[in-house]
Nanobody, 116 residues
Framework: QVQLVESGGGLVQPGGSLRLSCVASESIRSMYAMGWYRQGPGKQRDLVGTITSGGGTSYVDSVKGRFTISRDTAKNTVYLQMNSLKPEDTAVYYC??????????WGQGTQVTVSS
C-alpha cells in the first residue's frame, strides 16, 4: 500500500503562486506515472497534469503555461508549482500515482483557495 501525502495548500490572492508537494511512502521510480487532480466545489475530480516515469509532463489546457509538475526522486516527492492563480483554480488538489503493479493510489488532498 503506497501512501501519498500532499501539502502546501492554502489561501492565495489572484495572481499569486503556491507550490504543492506530494510525498510518497516508496520510491516514485516504482510509479508508471504520477499526477495531480483537482475537485472544485460541486464539480467532479479532474486531471490537472501528469509526470511519467521518464520525466515527461503533460497538462490540461486551462493550466498550461501557469502550472509546472516536477519531481525529486531522492525525496520521493512530486511538486505542482502553480503561478498566476485564478479564482477558478480554487479546489481540493489530489496527488495520484499509477504503480507499475497496476494499482492506483490517492492522497488525502490539500485545499487551494484563490480569493482576494
Amino acid at each position: 500500500q503506497v501512501q501519498l501525502v500532499e501539502s502546501g495548500g492554502g489561501l492565495v490572492q489572484p495572481g499569486g503562486s503556491l507550490r504543492l508537494s506530494c510525498v510518497a511512502s516508496e520510491s516514485i521510480r516504482s510509479m508508471y506515472a504520477m499526477g495531480w487532480y483537482r475537485q472544485g466545489p460541486g464539480k467532479q475530480r479532474d486531471l490537472v497534469g501528469t509526470i511519467t516515469s521518464g520525466g515527461g509532463t503533460s497538462y490540461v489546457d486551462s493550466v498550461k503555461g501557469r502550472f509546472t509538475i516536477s519531481r525529486d526522486t531522492a525525496k520521493n516527492t512530486v511538486y505542482l508549482q502553480m503561478n498566476s492563480l485564478k479564482p477558478e483554480d480554487t479546489a481540493v488538489y489530489y496527488c495520484n500515482a499509477l504503480h507499475f503493479n497496476h494499482m492506483t493510489y490517492w492522497g488525502q488532498g490539500t485545499q487551494v483557495t484563490v480569493s482576494s
